[in-house]
């Protein structure tokens, strides 16, 4: 379904945007007849313009479905190594495990400690352990 969605927003924004940027520059042009200008006005409205704003929801909609599995993904890796850990978990093992940057992990992870209310340790070396309650 999302494949679908893509080449379908992908075919009604190369469709509607030449259209419509064509129509427009007919429409505006002050040099042509008046019931030309009318018909650009009408094929903006009725073609151009109603294509480019299907096939920009459709790859609004795959971009926030594929964000949701992202964010669902990792908040579930999440769960999942701060019960294997004990209620600990570290930048490392949540950046290996979810194969995202150590900075995205170290962002989530400290979103994820004021959310859960979590102490952490910070080791000789610098690196951060989160304890989160059980």
Do not use: C
Request: glycine share 6%.
């Amino acid at each position: 379904m999302k494949t679908l969605k893509k080449i379908l927003a992908g075919l009604f924004l190369l469709f509607g945007i030449p259209i419509s940027i064509a129509m427009a520059v007919d429409w505006l042009n002050p040099d042509l007849e008046p019931k030309d200008r009318q018909d650009a006005f009408y094929a903006l409205v009725i073609i151009g313009l109603p294509s480019t704003a299907l096939g920009g929801f459709l790859a609004w909609n795959v971009y926030q479905q594929e964000h949701n599995t992202d964010r669902d993904r990792l908040r579930s890796t999440f769960f999942q190594l701060v019960e294997e850990g004990n209620g600990t978990i570290s930048v490392m093992k949540l950046a290996m495990t979810a194969q995202i940057s150590a900075e995205e992990a170290r962002t989530y992870l400290n979103e994820r400690a004021k959310e859960f209310n979590a102490d952490f340790e910070v080791n000789d070396r610098g690196d951060i352990t989160y304890r989160f309650p059980l």
